[in-house]
């Protein structure tokens, strides 16, 4: 048995989803005749109350789209320094829009509006950097899953609007935000002014994320989408995997968080991690282990060897993310692995 705990990108489409796959109706998205994803789209701008919305293969691409219909070339974007979009999307926003990311330290990701506020630099004299936005990541991935609690949220969104200037949301997890926070999809996103989603993760379709915000912004999207070679054709086959991600996958993300909590439970007695599980909020479990890069880089090859996969984060730390297809039984497996496989246990 191979225990996936690398991310929840590994999951594997629901029989559900497979069959609709199968039998979704398409057409040519390209030309907006593809009725299962005008159908997704209007769901999902539905789910987080924005105009419109907009169907993209990846988180990735829904975030470069976005720093760029919000943006002009030499603009500044405020964003914490282990935000996805600075770390894994490869520079995508210098090289696309030509802007620079202005990073500010988060706690486990997540910025302080006072902090945010303080370094919005909208009105400047011309010769001077200018802020054109602010990009938050909820539930924040290297944060550990991190949630932005909603008045910090709100406070950030007021910040921003008050010098005119937008806020977009990485969503790529916002439904374990909303399920564990007991908060709306809706209510997170009223304080942003674009967002993305995305269906690829721990919603369990294969392909796909959404961008959401205003039918204008959208418009802009779609164009931007056409540039970087996202207009697809039958997208429909994937669309109807993500419709069926929507509608009946976001309340089950609570047992992966129930599993994540387990896990970090029990790694918290093992001698030199460091782990409090306090601070598991949703499904993703980052540890440190005091001996470093030493201890951590075997620890993930004799894990391994075991069946038992999780990513090295940095030198010293370990991610471990659940997710469908890990309950109670896998949690204690990969336990029991990693307590053989420590040092000193
Ligand atoms: C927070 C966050 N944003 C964006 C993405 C990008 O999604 P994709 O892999 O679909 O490009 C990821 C992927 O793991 C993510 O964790």
């Known amino acids: 048995m191979i225990i996936d705990l690398r991310s929840d990108t590994v999951t594997q489409p629901t029989d559900a989803m497979r069959a609709a796959m199968a039998s979704a109706e398409v057409g040519d998205d390209v030309y907006g005749e593809d009725p299962t994803v005008n159908l ?7 789910v987080v109350g924005k105009q419109a919305a907009l169907f993209v293969p990846t988180g990735s691409m829904a975030n470069l789209l976005a720093v760029k219909c919000h943006t002009q070339p030499g603009d500044e974007v405020l964003i914490d320094r282990n935000a996805h979009i600075v ?11 030509g802007v620079l990311p202005q990073v500010l330290d988060g706690v486990r990701g997540v910025l ?3 902090v945010v ?7 400047v004299p011309y010769y001077r950097m200018r802020t054109t936005l602010v990009c938050v990541e909820n ?6 899953g991190s949630i932005y609690p909603l008045p910090y949220l709100k406070a950030i969104h007021e910040a921003a609007s008050e010098q005119g200037v937008p806020v977009h949301m990485d969503g790529a997890r916002l439904f374990n935000a909303a399920i564990a926070s007991g908060v709306s999809a809706q209510e997170i996103a009223g304080h942003t002014d674009s967002l993305m989603f995305c269906f690829s993760k721990g919603l369990s379709a294969p392909v796909g994320s959404i961008l959401c915000g205003t039918r204008e912004f959208i418009d802009r999207a779609l164009r931007a989408r056409r540039v970087v070679g996202g207009g697809m054709r039958q997208a429909g086959h994937l669309a109807a995997a993500a419709r069926i991600a929507l509608s009946d996958m976001v309340e089950r993300l609570a047992e992966d968080h129930t599993a994540a909590r387990r896990l970090a439970e029990g790694l918290a007695e093992m001698p030199g991690l460091v782990m409090d599980p306090a601070t598991v909020q949703t499904n993703i479990v980052i540890c440190r282990h005091e001996g ?22 940095t030198r010293d730390s370990i991610r471990l993310v659940t997710h469908r297809h ?10 029991g692995a ?3 496989c420590l040092p000193g246990v």
């Open 292 to 313: 470093g890069a030493a201890v951590c880089e075997p620890l993930v090859r004799a894990l391994k060897a075991r069946g038992v996969l999780v990513s090295q984060l």
């Open 117 to 123: 506020r303080a370094n919005i630099q909208a009105h």
């Open 112 to 114: 302080d509006p006072d």
């Open 139 to 144: 539930s924040h991935n290297h944060g550990g």
């Open 326 to 335: 890990i309950g109670p039984l896998q949690v204690d497996a990969a336990l």
């Open 338 to 340: 990693i307590r053989e």
């Open 40 to 46: 997704l789209q209007e769901e999902a701008a539905r």
């Open 87 to 97: 770390q894994y999307e490869m520079g995508g926003l210098a090289w696309f829009s």
